[in-house]
C-alpha cells in the first residue's frame, strides 16, 4: 500500500526520519556480507533478511525505507551468472520487500512522529489507531559499488557522464518501473557521475534525492560541494539534496551548505564516524553518531535524517525521538 501523501508534501510539513545502515543490520541478524553483492545478494538468497532488516528500522521509527538495491547491477548480477531477466524480477524484489513491511509492523507498532511532524503513522479510518506511513526509496548507489573495490570513496572512474549514463539507465528505468516513492541517488562521490543520473532520471516520473559521499568539505573525488549542490538547483523533481556516507561532522557543515546553495530540503545521513579499514577489512576508531544533531541540522534546512553505515536501528529510534520532540 502506498502513502496517501508523497514524499515532498511531507517534506514540506517537516522532518522526515531515515533508516540507518541496512548491512550493518544485516550483518546483525547474522548474514554474510562478504560477497561482492554486498547485500544485493539476498535478494536472491534470502529475501526475508532484507524485509526484517527492513521492518527493524520501521519499528525504530524510520518512515523511508532504503532498497537493498545500491549494489545491485545487471553488470554484477550477471557475473553471478543471472540472466537479464532474472536481474529485472531481482531489482523489482527490492522495491516489493520495501513495500511489504507496512504488513509485519502492523498499526501502532512504530515510534514515528504523528501528521503534525511530518513523520510517523496517521490515524486510521474514523479515528481508529494509527496506520503505517512508510515511503520506499529505490537505492541507486555509484558506479563505484559495482566494482566492488572502493572505487565509490574516490569516484574518477576514467568514465566519461555519457558512458556512466548507460551504465546507469537499464537499472534506473527498471526500478522506475517497481514503482517506488522516490529514487535514492546515493553516495555519489563525484559530480559528474552526479550529472549523468540527473540526465538518466530526468522525466522518468519518479521524484529523486540526490546524496553526495563528502570528505572535508569536498566530493569525495576532490571537487566544491557547492558547486556538486548547484547541479539540481531549479529541477522539480530532486525533492531533496545532500550527504550520506561521510562522519557526523562533515554532515554539519554539508547541511547548510547544501540548503541556501538549492533552496531545497535537504537530506542528510552519515556514517557512525568510525573509519573503514580496507587492509584489515574492518572498523577502526570510535562512534561520533549523535542523535541530538539532528536539531541544527533541521535548524539548517534538513528534511530527511537518519544514518548510513554503521548506524543502526537503535540509533534510529533514538533520532526519531528527537523528531518527536521537535513535533510535540
Same mark, same amino acid.
Given at each position: 500500500?502506498?502513502?496517501?501523501?508523497?514524499?515532498?508534501?511531507?517534506?514540506?510539513?517537516?522532518?522526515?526520519?531515515?533508516?540507518?545502515?541496512?548491512?550493518?543490520?544485516?550483518?546483525?541478524?547474522?548474514?554474510?556480507?562478504?560477497?561482492e553483492?554486498?547485500?544485493?545478494?539476498?535478494?536472491?538468497?534470502?529475501?526475508?533478511?532484507?524485509?526484517?532488516a527492513?521492518?527493524?528500522?520501521?519499528? @525504530?521509527? @524510520?518512515?523511508?525505507?532504503?532498497?537493498?538495491?545500491?549494489?545491485?547491477?545487471?553488470?554484477?548480477?550477471?557475473?553471478?551468472?543471472?540472466?537479464?531477466?532474472?536481474?529485472?524480477?531481482?531489482?523489482?524484489?527490492?522495491?516489493?520487500?520495501?513495500?511489504?513491511?507496512?504488513?509485519?509492523?502492523?498499526?501502532?507498532?512504530?515510534?514515528?512522529?504523528g501528521?503534525?511532524?511530518?513523520?510517523?503513522?496517521?490515524?486510521?479510518?474514523?479515528?481508529?489507531?494509527?496506520?503505517?506511513?512508510?515511503?520506499?526509496a529505490a537505492?541507486?548507489?555509484?558506479?563505484?559499488a559495482?566494482?566492488a573495490?572502493?572505487s565509490?570513496?574516490?569516484?574518477?572512474?576514467g568514465?566519461s557522464?555519457?558512458e556512466?549514463?548507460?551504465?546507469?539507465?537499464?537499472?534506473?528505468?527498471t526500478?522506475?518501473?517497481?514503482?517506488?516513492?522516490?529514487?535514492?541517488?546515493?553516495?555519489?562521490?563525484?559530480?559528474?557521475?552526479?550529472?549523468?543520473?540527473?540526465?538518466?532520471?530526468?522525466?522518468?516520473?519518479?521524484?529523486?534525492?540526490?546524496?553526495?559521499?563528502?570528505e572535508?568539505?569536498?566530493?569525495?573525488?576532490?571537487?566544491?560541494? @557547492?558547486?556538486?549542490?548547484?547541479?539540481?538547483?531549479?529541477?522539480?523533481?530532486?525533492?531533496?539534496?545532500?550527504?550520506n556516507?561521510?562522519?557526523p561532522?562533515?554532515?554539519?557543515r554539508?547541511?547548510?551548505l547544501?540548503?541556501?546553495v538549492?533552496?531545497?530540503?535537504?537530506?542528510?545521513?552519515?556514517?557512525?564516524?568510525?573509519?573503514?579499514?580496507?587492509?584489515?577489512?574492518?572498523?577502526?576508531?570510535?562512534?561520533?553518531?549523535?542523535?541530538?544533531?539532528?536539531?541544527?541540522?533541521?535548524?539548517?534546512?534538513?528534511?530527511?535524517?537518519?544514518?548510513?553505515?554503521?548506524?543502526?536501528?537503535?540509533?534510529?529510534?533514538?533520532?526519531?525521538?528527537?523528531?518527536?520532540?521537535?513535533?510535540?
Amino acid at each position: 500500500m502506498r502513502p496517501a501523501r508523497t514524499l515532498a508534501a511531507a517534506l514540506a510539513e517537516g522532518p522526515v526520519v531515515l533508516d540507518g545502515g541496512l548491512s550493518n543490520q544485516l550483518e546483525s541478524q547474522g548474514c554474510d556480507l562478504s560477497d561482492e553483492l554486498w547485500s544485493a545478494r539476498l535478494l536472491a538468497d534470502d529475501p526475508r533478511q532484507i524485509q526484517a532488516a527492513h521492518a527493524a528500522y520501521a519499528r @525504530a521509527g @524510520a518512515q523511508v525505507l532504503t532498497t537493498a538495491g545500491y549494489q545491485a547491477t545487471f553488470e554484477g548480477f550477471a557475473r553471478r551468472g543471472l540472466s537479464h531477466g532474472e536481474a529485472v524480477r531481482l531489482l523489482a524484489r527490492s522495491v516489493e520487500l520495501a513495500r511489504g513491511v507496512e504488513e509485519l509492523v502492523g498499526p501502532g507498532d512504530s515510534g514515528g512522529v504523528g501528521e503534525s511532524g511530518g513523520v510517523g503513522r496517521g490515524r486510521g479510518e474514523e479515528g481508529g489507531p494509527p496506520t503505517p506511513e512508510l515511503w520506499v526509496a529505490a537505492s541507486v548507489g555509484p558506479y563505484g559499488a559495482f566494482l566492488a573495490d572502493g572505487s565509490e570513496y574516490r569516484g574518477r572512474y576514467g568514465l566519461s557522464v555519457r558512458e556512466l549514463e548507460r551504465f546507469h539507465r537499464p537499472r534506473i528505468e527498471t526500478l522506475v518501473a517497481a514503482e517506488p516513492d522516490v529514487l535514492a541517488l546515493e553516495t555519489v562521490p563525484d559530480a559528474d557521475e552526479a550529472e549523468a543520473l540527473l540526465r538518466v532520471v530526468e522525466g522518468c516520473g519518479v521524484p529523486v534525492w540526490l546524496s553526495y559521499s563528502i570528505e572535508g568539505g569536498r566530493t569525495r573525488a576532490g571537487q566544491d560541494l @557547492a558547486s556538486a549542490f548547484a547541479l539540481v538547483a531549479g529541477l522539480d523533481q530532486v525533492i531533496a539534496v545532500g550527504v550520506n556516507c561521510c562522519t557526523p561532522a562533515d554532515a554539519d557543515r554539508a547541511v547548510p551548505l547544501a540548503a541556501s546553495v538549492t533552496g531545497k530540503p535537504v537530506v542528510v545521513y552519515p556514517n557512525s564516524g568510525e573509519r573503514w579499514d580496507a587492509e584489515g577489512r574492518r572498523w577502526a576508531g570510535g562512534a561520533t553518531f549523535d542523535a541530538g544533531r539532528v536539531g541544527e541540522w533541521v535548524a539548517a534546512g534538513a528534511r530527511l535524517v537518519g544514518g548510513c553505515c554503521r548506524v543502526g536501528p537503535a540509533e534510529i529510534a533514538q533520532l526519531a525521538a528527537r523528531v518527536r520532540g521537535r513535533a510535540a
